[in-house]
C-alpha cells in the first residue's frame, strides 16, 4: 500500500499580517471547520490527564451534531491518563496520526503507532501513555453504545490501516475505496470510523442523501465537496460535520490522493422521541 502522511494540527497562531480564514461556516445542515481555526486559543484540557491538551471538533449540541462528540488529542511525553474515560456507556474509537501511544486495555498493552487504530467498549477499563520523546497526536471519537436485543457489546479491536486492504466502491476502477476497521456485517456495532480514500479524479458520483450522520476529517489531500447547495474546498486539516440527510458528493481533483477519517451510526433502530425523553 503507498504510505501515507496523516495531518497532525500544532496549534500556534498566524502572523498579525495573514489575512482572515474565510472558509469556516457554520450551517443548520452542515460544518466546516478549517485547519486554519485550531490554534493554541481554542484547545482545551481534561481533568484527570497529565500532558495534554486538545481540540474539540463535534460534540452533542442543538443544531450540531447529535451522535457523537470528537476530539484531536496532542499529548506530551510523559502524558497521559489512568482514567480517560469518565462515561460508562461511552464506547471509543482512537486513530493516531503521529507519534507512538502505549494503550493499555482490561490489563492488555498495545502499541499503536501513526495509522493505528483502537476500539475501546463501553464500560472497558483503559489507559493511555505518551512513553516516547516526541508528542503524539490522535483522534478520540466516542459515541454511547446502544444495546439491542440479542447482541453483546463488540470486543477491544486493535489494528493498523497500512495492515487492511481497502475496499474499492463497485464500478469505480479502484479511485474511491474505504478502509473497514470493522465488519458491516457486525450487527455488535452501532457506529463505523473508517478511512476513505479518492485517487486524483476520484468523485463521489451522484448527491448522498442519508440517515448516516458524519464527521469528516481530511487525514490528506484536498478535494471540493459538496455539502448541501454549496461546493466548499477543503484540504488536509480541516473537519466537516454532516447532519442526517446532508446531500454530499465531492470531486477529488488531485495531485494527490484525497482521504479522511469518517464517523457515522449504523445498525439500530430510529428513536421515535428525543433521547431525553425516553426512559
Known amino acids: 500500500m503507498t504510505s501515507s502522511r496523516y495531518f497532525t494540527p500544532t496549534g500556534g497562531h498566524p502572523g498579525q499580517e495573514q489575512l482572515l480564514t474565510d472558509r469556516a461556516m457554520f450551517t443548520d445542515a452542515y460544518a466546516v471547520i478549517p485547519k486554519g481555526t ?4 481554542t484547545t482545551s484540557f481534561l481533568p484527570g490527564w497529565t500532558g495534554m491538551r486538545m481540540w474539540v471538533i463535534a460534540r452533542p449540541m442543538s443544531g450540531f451534531a447529535e451522535t457523537f462528540s470528537q476530539y484531536i488529542v496532542e499529548l506530551a511525553p510523559t502524558g497521559g491518563s ?6 460508562a456507556a461511552a464506547q471509543s474509537v482512537l486513530f493516531v496520526t503521529s507519534g507512538c501511544l502505549s494503550l493499555t ?3 492488555t498493552e498495545h502499541q499503536l503507532n501513526d495509522g493505528g487504530y483502537a476500539y475501546i467498549p ?13 508528542p503524539v497526536g490522535f483522534h478520540w471519537i466516542r459515541k454511547r453504545w446502544c444495546a439491542a436485543p440479542g447482541v453483546d457489546k463488540p470486543q477491544p479491536l486493535i489494528a493498523n490501516e497500512r495492515d487492511i486492504a481497502p475496499t474499492p466502491m463497485p464500478g469505480t476502477d479502484g479511485r474511491w475505496a474505504t478502509t473497514r476497521f470493522v465488519d458491516p456485517a457486525d450487527l455488535a456495532h452501532d457506529m463505523h470510523v ?5 485517487e486524483p479524479g476520484g468523485v463521489i458520483p451522484f448527491a448522498e442523501t442519508h440517515v448516516m450522520e458524519h464527521g469528516l ?4 489531500g484536498k478535494a471540493v465537496y459538496r455539502l ?11 473537519f466537516m460535520w454532516l447532519r442526517a440527510f446532508c446531500p454530499q458528493a465531492c470531486y477529488a481533483g488531485g495531485p ?6 469518517l464517523y457515522k451510526d449504523v445498525n439500530r433502530h430510529m428513536p421515535l422521541a428525543p433521547v431525553s425523553s425516553q426512559g
Open 38 to 41: 485550531m490554534r493554541d486559543i
Open 82 to 87: 489512568d482514567q480517560p474515560e469518565t462515561d
Open 105 to 107: 486495555i482490561e490489563g
Open 122 to 134: 463501553a464500560g472497558a477499563t483503559w489507559s493511555l501513555a505518551n512513553t516516547s520523546d516526541a
Open 194 to 198: 473508517t478511512i476513505v480514500t479518492f
Open 217 to 220: 476529517f481530511v487525514l490528506e
Open 228 to 238: 448541501n447547495q454549496d461546493w466548499v474546498e477543503v484540504e488536509a486539516g480541516d
Open 256 to 261: 494527490g490522493r484525497f482521504r479522511y477519517l
